[in-house]
């Protein structure tokens, strides 16, 4: 059973940065892609960021220009880095993994302050 794990979550002032991590159980290379997503309190799970095997990236409107994500196959890990952030951000974020199944993080607070 994979595990995926989510860090690096913490309280942040406006405009600050984060890098969030989701390392994996195992190898990360045969997922088909991996992604970020984030809830935020009596509301719904919404998509942030999605890179695939091959390195293709997608983003929330919201985020871009803001927010990159990554991978490292070698540290079976995926990145969040987030800049500029907004009270808005505040949320849990979880990761994802797309390969035999459908996986999720247990997820990691970001609480950005005004």
């Known amino acids: 059973q994979v595990q995926l794990v989510e860090s690096g979550g913490g309280l942040v002032q406006a405009g600050g940065s984060l890098r969030l991590s989701c390392a994996a159980s195992?190898?990360?290379?045969?997922?088909?892609?991996m992604g970020w997503y984030r809830q935020a309190p009596g509301k719904q799970r919404d998509f942030v960021a999605r890179?695939?095997?091959?390195?293709?990236?997608n983003y929330a409107d919201s985020v871009k220009s803001r927010f990159t994500i990554s991978r490292d196959n070698a540290k079976n890990t995926l990145y969040l880095e987030m800049n500029s952030l907004k009270p808005e951000d505040t949320a849990v974020y979880y990761c994802?993994?797309?390969?035999?199944?459908?996986?999720w993080g247990q997820g990691t607070q970001v609480t950005v302050s005004s």
């Open positions: 994802d993994a797309w390969g035999r199944s459908h996986y």
């Open positions: 195992g190898s990360i290379s045969s997922f088909n892609a």
């Open positions: 890179i695939t095997s091959g390195g293709g990236t």
